[in-house]
């Protein structure tokens, strides 16, 4: 993976994009991940990343382990269900595992190349970043909601 100059200098948002992301607050020069879709006869490496943000959060703590980089992040509460102990968790498109969890918050761990590659090395405490909760956790919780009524 290798960092690509700007591609395309104009995208469109709908609203329900500008309420759930921090894309509002671009400006020219903001690096953004960007990733080409899965293919169905690909292998799978980490877990199903949409695209679709649930929410904001926000960098706590950004901390240098001896070349690794750990960084901490705290959410809306009420999103705490989607959060598990080395379940995985989507940061600015980055598919990453949570641990250390709280009730809003999680601390996720950086490897060289994710940060070398990602736009993760530019995120400093009380930066938003976007948040993508595991697709299985949102389906599991909708599906028991349901039966709950």
């Not at 980490?46 to 679709?52: L, M």
């Not at 990453?96 to 601390?107: E, G, Y």
Request: charged share 25%; hydrophobic share 40%.
């Amino acid at each position: 993976m290798k960092k690509l100059k700007a591609i395309c200098t104009r995208v469109t948002a709908i609203d329900e994009t500008l309420l759930r992301t921090h894309l509002g607050s671009w400006q020219v020069g903001t690096i953004i991940n960007i990733e080409r879709s899965l293919l169905v006869n690909s292998r799978l490496d980490g877990h199903f990343v949409q695209g679709h943000v649930d929410t904001t959060g926000i960098c706590r703590k950004r901390n240098e382990k001896q070349g690794s980089w750990e960084f901490t992040f705290e959410f809306p509460k009420k999103f705490a269900e989607l959060v598990i102990e080395k379940g995985s968790i989507c940061v600015n498109g980055i598919s990453l595992t949570a641990f250390n969890i709280k009730k809003k918050s999680f601390t996720v761990a950086i490897i060289p190349f994710t940060f070398e590659h990602t736009n993760i090395n530019e995120v400093k405490p009380g930066d938003v970043v976007n948040l993508e909760f595991d697709l299985t956790g949102k389906y599991l919780l909708r599906s028991l909601s349901l039966k709950e009524k």
